[in-house]
């Protein structure tokens, strides 16, 4: 990974030196990482948001970083979609169902649970492109496709644009770990609502049957 990390500290002095160019990679970059497994989001979301900011101010260039970051990582999951829908999808098959993500993925797409989908979509920590290389050999609607997928790219986007702002992620790759604990308290904190309205649903239940 040493490489990928240097590789985008040169696009970023790069870009520094050419703050024109800079909405340019804005959009570029997440959709490369749609396509690519390996490409750090956390790290490319920062680098965004750091040129942007740097070309045209912190409220302009942010506002610019999450919409080019959220576009570029849509499109990018949009068009890996469409090719492998249209052309692919038997050869992704194997390889996909080889991938654990991929396989848990595809399982619980095709049990229909959409907050569950939606929430794993919406994990920075997860390999956004194996999920959708996944999603892509289901037989999703591509109306539901979209609505995941778009909202998903949101929701990622917007947490690691606050996060990177907290603990500066390019300067400091290691402190994706305070991210990892982040996300972690909230699926938590997630899960144990789920958890206590399933509860109240069932209990009410239970009072309808008896007094049936």
């Known amino acids: ?23 340019f990679f804005g959009l570029l970059l997440p959709f490369v990482e749609a396509i690519i497994p390996s490409l750090p989001l956390t790290a490319i979301v920062a ?3 750091s040129a942007l900011t740097a070309a045209f101010g912190w409220s302009v260039g942010t506002l610019l970083g999450i919409i080019l970051s959220t576009l570029g990582s849509f499109l990018g ?17 194997k390889k996909v169902e080889q991938n654990q993500y991929g396989k848990w993925f595809i399982d619980i797409v095709e049990s229909g649970n959409t907050g569950l989908m939606l929430m794993i979509l919406s994990n920075p920590l997860l390999p956004s492109s194996i999920l959708n290389y996944a999603i892509s050999l289901t037989n999703i609607k591509v109306k539901k496709y979209i609505f995941l997928t778009l ?19 390019q300067s400091h790759p ?18 144990y609502i789920l958890r206590i309205r399933k509860k109240k649903k069932i209990h009410i239940d239970n009072n309808k049957s008896i007094k049936e």
């Open 77 to 93: 999951m949009l068009m890996i979609f469409v090719i492998i829908r249209k052309t692919l999808s038997k050869k992704f098959t």
């Open 174 to 191: 290691l402190n994706i770990l305070w991210v990892m604990l982040t996300y972690s308290v909230i699926i938590v904190i997630y899960g």
């Open 47 to 49: 680098l965004n948001l």
């Open 151 to 169: 909202t998903s790219r949101i929701i990622v986007i917007l947490f690691l644009v606050f996060l990177s702002s907290i603990f500066d992620i």
């Open 1 to 23: 990974m040493n490489w990928i990390y240097e590789l985008l500290e040169t696009i970023s002095i790069f870009i520094n030196e050419n703050l024109w160019i800079a909405p």
